[in-house]
């Protein structure tokens, strides 16, 4: 602040206008006392200073006694002024000012007790008559009547205000630490909001706490009704104030911002808006946030000491004006402040109309945190005899993560049912119960959505119409949209869906906008659609970061279906990087089928990234945890596959044989089922019963629950044919993997997809018409993740080629001339790269990832 002042030019007139407390006086002082280059005369006047004789012999005085100010001049002569005779008085000092041999800075400390007409007739003629060796510098709490908007149009103004004068928030913490008070970031931060850089509060506010056994409770408790503040609120800036301005303050304290209109509402004042207006410029104890409702904000210790005083002129009141400040909210459809104050007016009636009106347009708009307040305010005995409130309770329960209480909410709901029902009432029930029934399975990242309930809304055979109001019906199509996804009616869910999309976008609801888009995506997953997925999660996730809803179950399904499909396409890392993210959400704390969904990705990534081991601890862990929760088919069978795949791989055959009775138990037979037989009888070398095993799946006779499990087993059949020599029907199942593959991006299949139908792939590159592209990039992909998985020495590949020799370590130490610790320890560096434990399963690893050549396996 002292380089702004230190560059008003010296015509300038410095202002430094605020209210109380900002620490003009002080600034003032620092500048003269640090600006050597210009002496300072400094005039601090009173009341008293209305007299002019007074004020310009004050002024006559202080110049004087400048050591610049010659001696023989007229100004040290105190005789030889007549301050009662203006105006020849004025013109007199006028020119001896002039006369000056060095500037000087002339101060006038609390301009605004100046209020004498003569005398400020006096100040304007000396600020007229523009003095070349004196800057004159003015401090006041309210804007002088001296013609500043001239001042400021001629360029001859330099101004500091309130605004300017705040303390930042690093002012603050360096002011606070200069009083010896190290406080956390936090409380820190709460004071400076609190006193919004008042210096006065600041001040006030350490000496409290230095004085204080607690200083951070005595910071959390700091406000404007504390003993020391009020005391000075009161002297400093309320004691000025006609006694109706102090009323009309604290009526409008109750709402922060506050309308022109709202507080012409609340103090009966036709003139609010004017004097709001007068108030911000003449005192700056509020200012203008403007807005389409023109609204102004309370200094925020003034206002919680106004509220506190209101409180004090009784409850009664205070409860009246929260009341009509609730109605003239919601007569302006803005219904979280109307709830707010609806909430404080201990209306009985008043609250639950409100929430009757408005809480439906706060859920699809994700303003859930006031509505659980309001909801919380109505009282427990309200919400519970209220079936339209209880469901309401029961729904931001969900979003929150609760689901015990709201299923609570949900039968309470369920006990006051109405004998006849309307729609509103029947469509809420029916969202209510659906995502109920979500909570116990929700979005999971291989595409799928749980079983929610019929959309029936009535209970009768016909459902009722869709309701008139906007997010009702939204809500309506988001309902039906779930019931047909659940029912696998693919296209009437995308129809719904994109209906409750279109309203949502439409009519501002963006909580829904979310909702709407992460269904949709699940809906393009479970058709196959995995470009639209992922684009659509994408977008469900963006909108999600937008309003902050990045902890929900929606944004946690979208970031699961992005992490499983990234997983497909083969891309490890942000599979691994996607899992992670979703795994630090709140609402997979609260979910475990969406936690274990992650988790398995984030193993079978790992398992991809080369920690095999680890990769299929983790995915094993997951089944183990996943327990009894229940979860849809898509889900067990994704997680299944992937584990079951890793076991194989590894040689753990026992391992995948539990995989495959866990997911017969869950899911019955299906097409996974049947593919895991399958490799489990192809890994025991009974290659014809394999191919049996598998020709419904390949024959579209047995459906699967995952989209890409065709693809398995088409690369399957290949792996099998090339065993038996059969290469024209290994590369017809290299196509129609391939084929299948395509659309939904799946390259990860072809990875662990074996060496011989690698090599098929590479020899019959360039004839599979438009898969070429595809299958290219399938190899490259296998490749790298190969790489990544056996990243062995030169040395370790060559013991690793002697593996399958019938020859003893010491047998392979003197074929290499080494040492048989050495080759031990090569040995081992193998098993653990390629996450196995012995010999055998180190030699299948090496051929399943094409670190052996297949002619030379035995």
């Known amino acids: 602040m002292i380089g702004h002042l230190r560059a008003a030019r010296p015509a300038e007139v410095v202002l430094v206008c605020a ?79 002039m006369a000056l041999p060095r500037p000087i800075r002339l101060v006038l400390d609390d301009v605004h007790e100046l209020t004498d007409p003569d005398v400020l007739h006096g100040l304007q003629i000396l600020i007229r008559n523009r003095c070349p060796g004196v800057q004159l510098v003015l401090s006041s709490r309210s804007d002088p009547p001296l013609s500043l908007p001239r001042l400021r149009l001629a360029g001859r103004l330099c101004e500091l205000r309130a605004a300017q004068l705040r303390f930042t928030r690093s002012e603050t913490q360096a002011l606070l630490e200069g009083s010896g008070l190290h406080l956390t970031r936090a409380a820190v931060d709460a004071l400076h909001r609190q006193t919004g850089g008042w210096a006065a509060g600041l001040r006030l506010a350490a000496s409290g706490a230095m004085a204080s056994p607690d200083p951070e409770g005595f910071v959390d408790r700091f406000s404007g009704d504390e003993r020391s503040v009020a005391d000075y609120l009161v002297d400093e800036v309320l004691s000025g104030l006609p006694d109706d301005v102090q009323d009309f303050l604290r009526v409008i304290s109750i709402s922060q911002p506050v309308p022109t209109q709202l507080a012409a509402e609340l103090s009966g004042r036709q003139d609010a808006g004017h004097l709001l207006d007068q108030l911000e410029h003449s005192s700056a104890l509020l ?47 803005e219904p979280v402040p109307a709830l707010e104050h609806a909430a404080q007016g201990e209306d009985p009636d008043l609250l639950p109309e409100l929430l009757h009106r408005f809480s439906v347009a706060l859920i699809v708009a994700g303003d859930h945190g006031p509505l659980r307040r309001a909801l919380a305010a109505a009282g427990t005995p309200a919400v519970d005899a209220d079936p339209w409130l209880a469901l309401t309770s029961a729904l931001t329960h969900l979003e929150a993560g609760e689901h015990v209480v709201a299923r609570e909410a949900l039968g309470r709901a369920r006990r006051s049912w109405p004998a006849h029902d309307e729609a509103g009432l029947a469509v809420l029930r029916a969202v ?66 994109e209906a409750a999309l279109e309203l949502s976008r439409s009519h501002g609801f963006e909580y829904l906008t979310m909702q709407s888009l992460s269904l949709l995506a699940a809906v393009a997953g479970v058709a196959g659609d995995l470009q639209t997925m992922r684009t659509t999660s994408h977008r469900a996730r963006a909108a999600a970061a937008e309003h902050g809803w990045t902890d929900t179950s929606w944004s946690g399904a979208a ?22 993210e979703g795994l630090d959400l709140r609402a997979a704390g609260s979910s475990p089928q969406l936690s274990c969904m992650l988790r398995g990705i984030r193993g079978a990534a790992a ?58 138990d869950r899911a019955g037979e299906n097409a996974e089922l049947l593919v895991m037989q399958a490799w ?14 598998l020709r419904p799946v390949l024959g579209d006779e047995v459906a ?36 299948l593959a395509e659309p939904l991006e799946a390259v990860r299949p072809f990875a662990y997809a074996g060496s011989g139908v690698r090599e098929l792939l590479v020899h019959q590159l360039g004839t599979f018409g438009a898969s070429n592209g595809f299958a290219e990039h399938a190899l490259t992909a296998g490749r790298g993740m190969q790489q990544r998985q056996a990243m062995l020495s030169e040395r370790e590949l060559t013991v690793l080629g002697l593996l399958p020799s019938m020859l003893s370590l010491d047998e392979i130490a003197d074929d290499l001339m080494v040492s048989v ?29 094409g670190l052996l050549a297949t002619t030379a396996r035995p």
């Not at 203008?288 to 919680?304: A, E, M, N, V």
């Not at 489990?680 to 095993?693: D, F, W």
Request: proline share 5%; charged share 25%.
């Open 19 to 97: 209210p109380a407390g900002y620490g003009k006086t002080s600034l003032l002082s620092d500048w003269a006392r640090t600006d050597t280059s210009t002496d300072t005369a400094w005039v601090s006047l009173d009341r008293d200073d209305n007299d002019p004789r007074r004020l310009w012999a004050s002024v006559v005085g202080s110049v004087a006694a400048r050591a610049e100010v010659p001696s023989t001049g007229r100004l040290p002569q105190p005789r030889a002024w007549r301050p009662d005779a203006q105006p020849e008085f004025l013109g007199e000092l006028v020119d001896a000012l």
């Open 432 to 497: 209510a119960e659906q995502f109920s029934a979500t909570a116990d399975a929700p979005l999971p990242s291989a595409p799928d959505v749980p079983a929610a309930a019929s959309f029936d809304v009535s209970g009768d055979d016909e459902p009722h119409e869709l309701p008139a109001e906007p997010e009702l019906e939204a809500l309506a199509h988001l309902s039906r949209g779930t019931a047909r996804l659940a029912q696998d009616d693919l296209d009437g869910a995308r129809d719904e869906l």
């Open 607 to 664: 398992f991809d990234r080369g920690d095999r081991a680890d990769g299929l601890a983790e995915l094993q862990q997951t089944r183990t945890d996943l327990g009894d929760h229940p979860s849809t088919a898509r889900q067990a069978g994704a997680l299944a596959m992937l584990e079951f795949r890793a076991a194989l791989l590894l040689g753990h055959s026992t391992a995948a044989r539990t995989v495959c009775g866990w997911f017969a």
């Open 680 to 693: 489990l009888i192809a890994a025991s070398g009974r290659l014809e019963q394999a191919r049996s095993v």
């Open 287 to 333: 200012s203008s946030c403007g807005g389409p409702r023109d609204s102004y904000r309370l200094q925020q210790l003034l206002r919680t000491y106004l509220r506190a005083d209101l409180r004090r002129h009784g409850a009664e009141r205070e409860a009246e004006l929260h009341q009509t400040a609730a109605r003239w909210w919601a007569g302006r459809a």
């Open 559 to 580: 970031t699961a279906m992005l992490a499983y499909a990234a997983l497909m396409r083969a891309e490890t890392a942000a599979a691994e990087r996607l899992a992670s």
């Open 821 to 849: 610790h050495t080759v031990k320890t090569h040995v081992r560096s193998i098993y653990t790269k390629l996450g196995v434990s012995s010999r055998r399963l180190a030699v299948r690893a090496a051929y399943e990832n």
């Open 704 to 739: 699967a629950v995952v989209p890409h499990t065709p693809v398995d087993a088409w690369l399957l059949e290949a792996s099998l044919a090339v065993g038996h020599g059969d290469r024209p029907a290994a590369r017809r199942a290299v196509r129609c993997s391939l084929r």
